[in-house]
């Protein structure tokens, strides 16, 4: 009988344990940085940073169906990928695409709402007058260095953080071209970042600028915001 009453007990203990993190990972999903705060999102996160520049991947949330859950596209663009939506304990609820163009959530479109991007492994250059004249950053940044290698610009920015993994940095151009000989673009770095540490992290971000490139031109000025030096960038 007491090895009955001991084993029950053990029991209870491991079911209590097991109810306990997942009563964790649950309340983590309203946390300010899910994709740091629950376990098998991070793993995701940390496995998909391995394979950086060789696709192109994004995880985002959403309130869908009473609940907070989680868009994973893997291979953005591509053609017969699979768009994964799991709930906060990590179990896949849905799916759409593939080779066969299934849907197994075909309400997510209307009923998905709150959408927050939480994570991606590239970041973009936009040419838009409006995003720039209202590109504002979380966070204070400083513009380190820059470089030019080909059609490559090279942006190293320093910044509060942990390790500056879930920043998204894009840079923005004004779409206007200034006459000037050789002529200019004006530009500007729009930071993201919901780091909650206060270390000092350097991040070197590459853009492809080909689509900054000017007709008739073989060399164009690139001025960034806050950053006191010209950059030429000839093509």
């Known amino acids: 009988m007491k090895i009955v009453l001991k084993l029950l007990f053990v029991f209870i203990i491991i079911t209590s344990c097991s109810n306990d993190d997942k009563n964790i990972e649950k309340d983590n999903c309203n946390a300010d940085t899910p994709i740091e705060d629950i376990s098998w999102l991070k793993a995701k996160k940390?496995?998909?940073e391995k394979l950086m520049g060789s696709t192109r991947i994004e995880i985002h949330s959403y309130f869908y169906n009473?609940?907070?859950?989680f868009l994973i596209d893997d291979c953005m663009s591509c053609a017969d990928a699979?768009?994964?939506?799991?709930n906060c304990s990590g179990e896949k609820i849905c799916e759409f695409g593939g080779?066969?163009?299934?849907?197994?959530?075909?309400?997510?479109?209307?009923?998905?709402?709150?959408?927050?991007?939480?994570?991606?492994?590239?970041?973009?250059?936009?040419?838009?007058?409006?995003?720039?004249?209202n590109a504002n950053s979380d966070y204070h940044y400083e513009i380190k260095n820059v470089s030019?290698?080909?059609?490559?610009?090279?942006?190293?920015?320093?910044?509060?953080?942990?390790?500056?993994?879930?920043?998204?940095?894009?840079?923005i151009d004004s779409s206007d071209v200034l006459e000037s000989n050789p002529s200019k673009r004006e530009l500007k770095i729009e930071l993201i970042n919901k780091e909650v540490c206060?270390?000092?992290v350097e991040k070197e971000i590459v853009y492809d600028i080909s689509k900054l490139q000017v007709k008739d031109m073989n060399s164009i000025i690139l001025n960034i915001d806050?950053?006191?030096?010209?950059?030429?960038?000839?093509?």
């Not at 299934?102 to 936009?126: S, V």
């Not at 806050?226 to 093509?235: A, C, G, R, S, V």
């Open 46 to 48: 940390e496995a998909f």
């Open 66 to 69: 009473n609940e907070t859950v």
């Open 82 to 86: 699979l768009t994964v939506i799991y």
């Open 99 to 133: 080779i066969d163009g299934r849907n197994t959530c075909p309400d997510f479109k209307d009923k998905a709402t709150n959408k927050k991007l939480l994570w991606r492994n590239y970041n973009n250059l936009i040419i838009d007058k409006d995003r720039y004249d």
């Open 148 to 171: 030019i290698k080909e059609d490559f610009l090279t942006i190293t920015i320093s910044s509060s953080g942990c390790d500056g993994s879930s920043w998204n940095i894009d840079l």
């Open 198 to 200: 206060l270390a000092i």
């Open 226 to 235: 806050t950053y006191q030096n010209e950059i030429k960038y000839n093509y």
